[in-house]
């Protein structure tokens, strides 16, 4: 029985704009919706449920406009909700994404078999994300349409498990939709992921590097100056290990000992929520490594595009050098 929602099929790439704190806003993900892939947005980049509720009917009475106007579906639009008590938004958040029936809602930080309940009764669907088996077995039980694997390497609370292992053990048990994130930036790693039998990449420090996202101009460049080795992972910022920009990091004056440190680290006033320290310390993927570039969202999605395509055709002719 098939278990994957019918819009994975009328996507352009089967790609989703991941959600990225401070980062992604109504022009991104309107852009990458009228791009064919999916685009989404975390709740709490707005600073209030009232304006919260203000980005979702500008984006929905936006790409409702687009379709009228072009005759074109757009891809749907997801919203990432932090589902933890540390969240006082969640209850008010959640109502508003149930009133105007966002069609994806992707869950962080717990996996709550009553929002999912709540979801699932205007028939949207719930995306989890998850670093490790045990979360991921937990989340199913919930009763999520899909798991997002963020495996090592990813921009933000990543994991480390290797990606190929990470959906291999996963797909053992869990036949619904299977979102793969950690240094996809081009769209040969996009149809990489898909040969390792995720149904979606998931792309966050690549849309980083568009006009439409909300990074400013520095961000943009050190992300293009960086290389792999050029990311560090710490739990040292927000108590829960990320990738960032270790430049950016240096910039901050967070030194090598604080960095090693296996819990959120106290530096004083200047970056005392993690919203300020997530403004100030930016992060970022080990997918840097290939980003050279700023481009519009649209621009983006055809490259990435005739990238997928090209990987695709070069993986179709290794079976006439290897028949058997």
Same mark, same amino acid.
Request: aromatic share 6%; with cysteine.
């Given at each position: 029985?098939?278990?994957?929602?019918?819009?994975?099929?009328?996507?352009?790439?089967?790609?989703?704009?991941?959600?990225?704190?401070?980062?992604?806003?109504?022009?991104?993900?309107?852009?990458?919706?009228?791009s064919g892939i999916v685009g989404t947005f975390p709740a709490l980049n707005q600073r209030t449920s009232d304006g919260f509720e203000e980005w979702l009917i500008r984006i929905k009475s936006e790409l409702d406009e687009f379709e009228k106007s072009t005759g074109k579906k757009p891809a749907p639009y997801g919203v990432n909700l932090i589902v933890h008590p540390t969240n006082p938004r969640l209850e008010a958040d959640l109502k508003l994404c149930i009133k105007h029936q966002v069609p994806i809602?992707?869950?962080?930080?717990?996996?709550?078999?009553?929002?999912?309940?709540?979801?699932?009764?205007?028939?949207?669907?719930?995306?989890?994300?998850? #670093?490790? &088996?045990?979360?991921?077995? &937990?989340?199913?039980?919930?009763?999520?349409?899909?798991?997002?694997?963020?495996?090592?390497?990813?921009?933000?609370?990543?994991?480390?498990?290797?990606?190929?292992?990470?959906?291999?053990? #996963?797909?053992?048990?869990?036949?619904?939709?299977?979102?793969?994130?950690?240094?996809?930036?081009?769209?040969?790693?996009?149809?990489?992921?898909?040969?390792?039998?995720?149904?979606?990449?998931?792309?966050?420090?690549?849309?980083?590097?568009?006009?439409?996202?909300?990074?400013?101009?520095?961000?943009?460049?050190?992300?293009?100056?960086?290389?792999?080795?050029?990311?560090?992972?710490?739990?040292?910022?927000?108590?829960?290990?990320?990738?960032?920009?270790?430049?950016?990091?240096?910039?901050?004056?967070?030194?090598?000992?604080?960095?090693?440190?296996?819990? &959120?680290?106290?530096?004083?006033?200047?970056?005392?929520?993690?919203? &300020?320290?997530?403004?100030?310390?930016?992060?970022?993927?080990?997918?840097?490594?290939? #980003?050279?570039?700023?481009?519009?969202?649209?621009?983006?999605?055809?490259?990435?595009?005739?990238?997928?395509?090209?990987?695709?055709?070069?993986?179709?002719?290794?079976?006439?050098?290897?028949?058997?």
């Amino acid at each position: 029985m098939d278990q994957k929602p019918d819009f994975i099929k009328e996507l352009s790439l089967p790609v989703v704009a991941a959600p990225m704190f401070l980062i992604s806003g109504p022009e991104l993900v309107i852009e990458a919706c009228k791009s064919g892939i999916v685009g989404t947005f975390p709740a709490l980049n707005q600073r209030t449920s009232d304006g919260f509720e203000e980005w979702l009917i500008r984006i929905k009475s936006e790409l409702d406009e687009f379709e009228k106007s072009t005759g074109k579906k757009p891809a749907p639009y997801g919203v990432n909700l932090i589902v933890h008590p540390t969240n006082p938004r969640l209850e008010a958040d959640l109502k508003l994404c149930i009133k105007h029936q966002v069609p994806i809602i992707i869950t962080s930080l717990g996996a709550v078999a009553q929002v999912v309940d709540a979801v699932h009764g205007y028939n949207g669907l719930v995306f989890h994300d998850v #670093i490790k &088996k045990r979360h991921a077995e &937990k989340a199913a039980a919930a009763g999520v349409d899909g798991l997002i694997l963020v495996s090592a390497g990813a921009g933000g609370h990543a994991g480390t498990i290797n990606p190929m292992t990470l959906v291999a053990e #996963i797909k053992k048990f869990f036949t619904k939709t299977i979102i793969l994130s950690g240094c996809i930036s081009t769209g040969r790693d996009v149809a990489s992921a898909m040969q390792m039998g995720a149904d979606l990449a998931y792309m966050g420090t690549r849309f980083i590097n568009t006009s439409e996202s909300n990074a400013p101009e520095a961000y943009r460049q050190m992300i293009m100056d960086a290389g792999a080795s050029d990311v560090t992972y710490t739990a040292a910022i927000s108590g829960v290990h990320a990738n960032f920009l270790s430049q950016s990091l240096k910039n901050a004056g967070i030194t090598e000992e604080d960095l090693k440190k296996q819990h &959120k680290v106290d530096f004083g006033s200047e970056l005392d929520t993690e919203a &300020k320290a997530w403004k100030t310390i930016w992060s970022a993927g080990q997918g840097v490594a290939t #980003i050279e570039d700023v481009l519009s969202v649209g621009d983006l999605v055809f490259e990435l595009s005739k990238e997928f395509k090209t990987a695709i055709e070069e993986q179709s002719a290794l079976l006439e050098t290897y028949p058997k």
